[in-house]
């Protein structure tokens, strides 16, 4: 008999254990961040256009943001973005391209990192191209993908 009442006053306070848990605010409230990038694209400035981002997530994981990547004479892509991850001083994002000099891009989804080398006037910070997923299967940006990075010559990434 002693076995049983243990037993269920195990459970009883795994419940309230766990009631308690679920209660207190923001017990499972994602750590707000803040992703900003400025940079003449990868190669430098007169190569490839620009890149440009900005996106957050709040603590309660809501995410937003923007991101243009443009090429050389040609406007390239804005993307809304629709996920972040942040670790430590890398960021995964991700959104939809919702402008493009090709219509045939609209709606596809997109994927970039980016890391903040934490130097003055952005030495050591990196980027990667815009990775593109016309066919669908986009990895979430959890998935933390090693997207190959390039140095920036110019510019700053910026995660806080």
């Known amino acids: 008999m002693n076995a049983r009442i243990s037993s269920a006053a195990a459970v009883a306070v795994a419940v309230l254990s766990g009631m308690l848990l679920l209660s207190t ?12 990038v400025g940079s003449p694209d990868a190669f430098g400035p007169g190569t490839d256009g620009n890149y440009s981002m900005t996106a ?13 990547d443009a090429f050389t004479q040609n406007p390239g892509f804005h993307i809304k973005v629709t996920c972040l991850t942040v670790v430590g001083n890398t960021a995964w994002v991700g959104g939809v391209i919702d402008q493009a000099t ?3 891009f609209i709606g596809v989804q ?14 050591g910070d990196t980027i990667s191209f815009t ?21 920036l010559f110019q510019g700053n990434v910026s995660i806080k």
């Open 25 to 36: 605010p923001n017990a499972y409230a994602a750590k707000a961040a803040q992703v900003r």
């Open 110 to 123: 997109a994927r970039a990192k980016v890391v903040d080398g934490g130097l003055p006037n952005g030495g």
């Open 56 to 68: 957050q997530i709040d603590a309660a994981g809501n995410v937003s943001g923007q991101w243009q």
């Open 102 to 104: 090709n219509p045939a």
């Open 131 to 151: 990775v593109i997923f016309p066919n669908g299967g986009a990895p979430d940006c959890d998935a933390q993908a090693p997207f190959q990075q390039f140095p």
